[in-house]
């Protein structure tokens, strides 16, 4: 069955500090890989995401993220937080562009000063 | 240019009401997607339809629930005879549609419904 685990429920991080929340999914083909951050009370913001090519992919706020087949991981990542990235980050799977989208249980991240 | 659009943002219904759920798509897309999300837990999904068509509703439960996207007007997700359990926000997205590399899926801010 199609899956996606985030490990980690709650990450505190030091504002500055360097972040990688993960990211595991399991599924049968090729999968379409995205991020989304949700801060409370709003919906969901596309961070970026991954359908072919550069398994190193860039995204908005300065995030990334790897695909790593291997692993069947997409990590997302960031060199320096900031204390307006403190939200809640949604790793997800999707066959295909234009199905339906299998989301993890979400990462809380908080940043502390 | 206007994103999903969602509305009411709150809801809130007794036992046995009806909620009734609107999602306007960004503009020119033509497809919409329903998710729910309880509390601590991740979306869910429920419906995928297209302008009068339901696609996929393998999401959704067979009792109580309907969704429509009709011709003109937005996409309308219907709880009948409302229970505690419907209590969660339910996020509306869209996509263009043309299957396509840049098929992503946009949200809205979410409808919450608090049933009482």
């Known amino acids: 069955a199609q899956s996606v685990t985030q490990p980690d429920i709650h990450i505190t991080v030091s504002e500055g500090a360097s972040l990688e929340l993960r990211c595991n999914y399991s599924?049968?083909?090729?999968?379409?890989l995205f991020w989304y951050v949700q801060s409370p009370g709003q919906g969901l913001q596309l961070l970026l995401k991954y359908f072919s090519g550069d398994t190193l992919v860039q995204g908005i706020k300065g995030f990334e993220a790897e695909f790593k087949r291997s692993q069947s991981s997409f990590n997302l990542r960031k060199p320096s937080v900031h204390w307006s990235d403190a939200a809640e980050y949604f790793c997800a799977v999707g066959a295909q562009a234009g199905t339906a989208l299998i989301f993890g249980k979400g990462t809380t991240l908080s940043v502390s000063s | 240019n206007a994103g999903v659009m969602q509305n009411p943002r709150h809801l809130v219904r007794r036992r046995g009401q009806e909620a009734r759920l609107r999602c306007s798509p960004m503009k020119g897309h033509s497809h919409v997607y329903w998710y729910r999300q309880l509390p601590e837990e991740g979306l869910k999904f429920m419906v995928y339809l297209q302008k009068e068509n339901i696609i996929d509703e393998s999401g959704m439960p067979k009792e109580r629930f309907s969704a429509e996207f009709p011709k003109e007007g937005p996409s309308i997700l219907r709880i009948q005879q409302v229970v505690r359990g419907d209590s969660a926000a339910y996020f509306c997205?869209?996509?263009w549609g043309t299957g396509g590399a840049e098929e992503t899926q946009y949200f809205g801010p979410g409808t919450r419904l608090l049933v009482l």
């Open positions: 997205a869209s996509s």
């Open positions: 599924y049968g083909a090729t999968p379409y």
